[in-house]
Structures are given as C-alpha cells and as structure tokens.
C-alpha cells in the first residue's frame, strides 16, 4: 500500500464517523411518544366541528386518514376512512397521536 493511499484510508474515516453521527439512526431506539388522552379528545373534537381530516397514528403502529363523522360517547367517536369509506369505531385510549392539516 502507498502512502497516498494509507493517508486516504485515514483521511476518510473521520468522515464516514461524521456522516454516520449526522445522517444514520439506529431503528431499535426509535420511538413515539404518544399525546395525552386529552390532547388527543381535544383534537378529535376540534377536527368533528370543523369536519377537517386528519392522521390517526394507534396504539399498535398503524395509520389512517379520514374524518370523524359521529360520537358515541365522551371517549368513542366513529370514523370514516378517506380513501375505502370504511367506517370505524374509535376508542380514545387506542389511539397514540391525532394529526390536523
């Protein structure tokens, strides 16, 4: 090995060290923290009133877009998905994050 190539070879770890630091994560110690209960109640009402769509993120990792059309009750709301019309029962407690335009 020369040593313009040994001099590279050195020269070029610092920089993948400072790529790796800015641009890379590590998936497992990703996470969400989810909204307070009434943080997300208050959402879900503001987005009823005004009819507005929104992002719900659950507790279990899925999504889904679409509009709260009715409430059942103080903490369950029924939702109809945006894109299959497709309505579902919502309980508050299942859900992680409300998201408004």
Known sequence: MSQFQTFASQAVQPLKKAFHYLFAYDEDRLTIRGDSLTINLAKLHL????????????????????????????????????????????DVNDILTVELP
């Not at 009133?49 to 929104?54: P, S, T």
């Not at 992002?55 to 877009?65: A, H, K, M, R």
Request: aromatic share 16%; no cysteine.
């Open 47 to 90: 987005a009823f009133l005004k009819r507005q769509y929104l992002l719900i993120t659950l507790n279990d990792g899925s999504w889904q877009v679409g509009k709260i059309t009715k409430r059942v009750s103080a903490s369950r709301f029924v939702f109809r998905d945006a894109d299959s019309k497709i309505f579902y029962l919502l």
